[in-house]
């Protein structure tokens, strides 16, 4: 069994930044990619970024150049460090393991979620 726990969540202004993250019980990232998703009240989860177990990283075109996930293997834990942050942005965003040691972009390849952590950007 896998728990994840995500933080950092809040309220920002647009322009402003924030870094999330998540902390994994057990070494997860040793064999496993991560993600992070986020959703808005009516639509579909969507993927935001995942890193593979080589440190590969991928993005959503709609965050490419703003957000950086990481991860510190020593604390278990990963991270998103988002800039330039736009009201569009808001969400609640969940962190997500990896059912191999590669990120995907749809939800189906993921098998445990953390709880989420709610992100407001304000215009």
């Known amino acids: 069994q896998v728990q994840l726990v995500e933080s950092g969540g809040g309220l920002v202004q647009a322009g402003g930044s924030l870094r999330l993250s998540c902390t994994a019980s057990?070494?997860?990232?040793?064999?496993?990619?991560m993600g992070w998703f986020r959703q808005t009240p009516g639509k579909e989860r969507e993927f935001v970024a995942s890193?593979?177990?080589?440190?590969?990283?991928f993005y959503a075109d709609s965050v490419q150049g703003r957000f950086t996930i990481s991860l510190d293997n020593a604390k278990n834990t990963i991270y998103l460090q988002m800039n330039s942050l736009k009201p569009e942005d808001t969400a609640t965003y969940y962190c997500?393991?990896?059912?191999?040691?590669?990120?995907?972009?749809?939800?189906?390849?993921?098998?445990?979620w953390g709880q989420g952590t709610q992100v407001t950007v304000s215009s």
């Open positions: 890193i593979n177990t080589n440190s590969n990283t």
């Open positions: 997500a393991k990896s059912r191999t040691g590669y990120g995907t972009m749809t939800r189906g390849g993921y098998d445990y």
């Open positions: 057990g070494r997860t990232f040793s064999y496993y990619g």
